[in-house]
């Protein structure tokens, strides 16, 4: 089966400047969740979809964050304005529906932002 | 609030010894528990988990993991290292009732020859 895509693969922006990021999950999975990944840190979960609709983005910085999920499927995260801070690995999930359920990542989208 | 601790930032072994990789979670209820690992360049792998029933976990490659409640512990293990095992490797817990993961810091694996 394929796996979750998403792009760009990586992306050199400056501070203040717009970026998208954008995920494809695994047909058929229901839950969705983007993780910011810092160097030298484990991966802290930004938001989290079920279907369309947001389950938890209490990590999310909604200031300069925002994403969507468009008809359940495909996702999209923006921040706007970047900042230094922000440099980091994005990394999209998908699992089918329910607690425990094993998470299958994709490769990530590597920020910098200078 | 939930959290995985994982103490060692960096081990190195030698290819053909055994290997240990700690965590330790603060979870208030039975916990979901996780080992991923993630090569250079690559997204995340799930090595294995543990829900409830036997303590000892197998996974894949070769690695298992052992729940212990009472050190509130779920250890990987691998009993003979290959140089391909080096990698960064995760722990984490499943967090309430949605599904999501929280993770501990990492440890990278290095192997000599």
């Known amino acids: 089966e394929a796996g979750v895509a998403q792009s760009p693969r990586y992306k050199i922006i400056e501070k203040r400047q717009s970026v998208a990021f954008w995920c494809n999950p695994i047909s058929g999975h229901a839950t969705l969740y983007w993780y910011q990944q810092i160097l030298g840190q484990g991966p802290k979960l930004l938001i989290q979809f079920q279907n369309n609709g947001v389950v938890d983005d209490s990590q999310l910085p909604k200031d300069r964050f925002s994403a969507e999920r468009l008809k359940g499927v495909d996702s999209t995260l923006k921040i706007q304005p970047a900042k230094l801070e922000d440099s980091a690995v994005y990394l999209c999930a998908s699992s089918l529906a329910g607690v425990g359920e094993k998470l299958f990542f994709g490769s990530g989208t590597q920020l910098s932002v200078l | 609030a939930q959290s995985v601790t994982q103490p060692d930032i960096h081990i190195t072994v030698s290819e053909g010894a055994s290997l240990e990789l700690r965590c330790n979670y603060s979870?208030?209820?039975?916990?979901?528990l996780f080992w991923y690992v993630q090569s250079p360049g690559q997204g995340l792998q799930l090595l294995l988990k543990y829900f409830s029933g036997d303590t000892l976990v197998q996974g894949i490659k070769g690695f298992e993991a052992e729940f212990k409640r009472s050190q509130s512990s779920f250890n990987l293990r691998k009993p003979s290292v290959h140089w391909s095992d080096a990698a960064e490797y995760f722990c984490a817990v499943g967090a309430g009732n949605t599904g999501k993961l929280i993770f501990g810091q990492g440890t990278t694996l290095q192997v000599k020859p």
């Open positions: 979870y208030g209820a039975t916990p979901y």
